[in-house]
Nanobody
Framework: QVQLVESGGGLVQAGGSLRLSCAASGSVSTINTMGWYRQAPGKQRELVADISSGGSTNYADSVKGRFTISRDNAKNTVYLQMNSLKPEDTAVYYC?????????????WGQGTQVTVSS
């Protein structure tokens, strides 16, 4: 089992910045890819960015150049630095971790943290 705890959400004006953190605990040695997803009201959950255990990153087109995902493997923590925030970035942001087990891959989710960007 892996537990994920997010922090860092809040209210910010357009153009501002926030940094999200997600700390993993439990069976952390099984974790490979970690990432951030978001879900706005009335919309499906979507990938924002993810990062492999080796540091390879992947971003949604809508956040490229504005968001940066990083990872501290020693602290079992993944970060999302969000700059130049827009009102359309408003959503609940969820941390995600992929855990490799003998029979496949398990996906774990954090509880979510609200990000609200005012215009």
């Amino acid at each position: 089992q892996v537990q994920l705890v997010e922090s860092g959400g809040g209210l910010v004006q357009a153009g501002g910045s926030l940094r999200l953190s997600c700390a993993a605990s439990g069976s952390v040695s099984t974790i490979n890819t970690m990432g951030w997803y978001r879900q706005a009201p009335g919309k499906q959950r979507e990938l924002v960015a993810d990062i492999s255990s080796g540091g390879s990153t992947n971003y949604a087109d809508s956040v490229k150049g504005r968001f940066t995902i990083s990872r501290d493997n020693a602290k079992n923590t993944v970060y999302l630095q969000m700059n130049s925030l827009k009102p359309e970035d408003t959503a609940v942001y969820y941390c995600n971790a992929h855990s490799a087990v003998s029979y496949g891959t398990l996906r774990y989710w954090g509880q979510g943290t609200q990000v609200t960007v005012s215009s």
